[in-house]
């Protein structure tokens, strides 16, 4: 088993750039694929980003290709999102998810969840 917790989101401007970080605990976070999903209000639970337990495959959602990238320290229980040139339409509560060795871009795929945070972007 394993906890995740998200942090660094928050409200910026159209263009900007944000960091998102998803820590965990518990079982050899090495042993995990971890996964970026997102939800806006009253849409349905998004692909963003994923990445293998070694950090050497990564997938993209065509919506964040070239602007979003996808990271991992294993040794800090840490992934990562960097998210730059954000837009409005990137507005979104982001989630990340962990799942045992193979990334995958289906949410239903992911064992593991965090809370969430509140990316905002204004124009």
């Known amino acids: 088993q394993v906890q995740l917790v998200e942090s660094g989101g928050g409200l910026v401007q159209a263009g900007d750039s944000l960091r998102l970080s998803c820590a965990a605990s518990?079982?050899?976070?090495?042993?995990?694929?971890m996964g970026w999903f997102r939800q806006a209000p009253g849409k349905e639970r998004e692909f963003v980003a994923a990445?293998?337990?070694?950090?050497?495959?990564?997938y993209y959602a065509d919506s964040v290709k070239g602007r979003f990238s996808i990271a991992r320290d294993n040794p800090k229980y840490t992934a990562y999102l960097q998210m730059n040139s954000l837009k409005p339409e990137d507005t979104a509560v982001y989630y990340c998810?962990?799942?045992?060795?193979?990334?995958?871009?289906?949410?239903?795929?992911?064992?593991?969840w965090g809370q969430g945070t509140q990316v905002t972007v204004s124009s």
């Open positions: 998810a962990a799942r045992l060795i193979t990334a995958k871009t289906r949410a239903n795929d992911y064992d593991y």
């Open positions: 990445i293998s337990w070694s950090g050497g495959t990564t």
């Open positions: 518990g079982r050899s976070f090495g042993d995990y694929a």
